[in-house]
């Protein structure tokens, strides 16, 4: 029993950690699929590969990236971590 106790709590936190960037949040602007030049400013992120996506997310936060409204997107992704952009970045584009 306390086997499957402590697998539960693991699990748990894994999916926590992993819970990562609220795509929810992108689609408005994106698309559903990324798939829109956000407020027709954006390049169509679904186009883009997940290295340059990563590069775009990490560089947002930083400052370092982006053009006339980069700031809008520095609130979007301010609050996730790097490791959690990563992961996120691998998941959209191509
Ligand atoms: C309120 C609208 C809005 C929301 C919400 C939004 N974005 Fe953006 N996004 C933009 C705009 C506008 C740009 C272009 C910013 C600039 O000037 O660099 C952009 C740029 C980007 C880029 C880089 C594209 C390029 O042209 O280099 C990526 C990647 C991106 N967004 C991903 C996301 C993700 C992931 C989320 C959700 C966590 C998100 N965006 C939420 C509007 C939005």
Do not use: R, W
């Amino acid at each position: 029993m306390k086997i499957i106790v402590t697998s539960i709590v693991a699990l748990a936190a894994t999916t926590a950690l992993m819970a990562g960037v609220n795509a929810g949040a992108c689609k408005g602007c994106h698309g559903q699929n990324f798939e829109k030049k956000a407020l027709g400013k954006s390049q169509v992120v679904a186009h883009m590969s997940h290295a340059d996506i990563a590069t775009a997310l990490k560089g947002y936060k930083a400052g370092t990236y982006g053009k006339a409204m980069k700031g809008l997107m520095k609130g979007q992704v301010a609050k996730y971590s790097d490791a959690e952009l990563d992961a996120f970045a691998k998941t959209i584009g191509k």
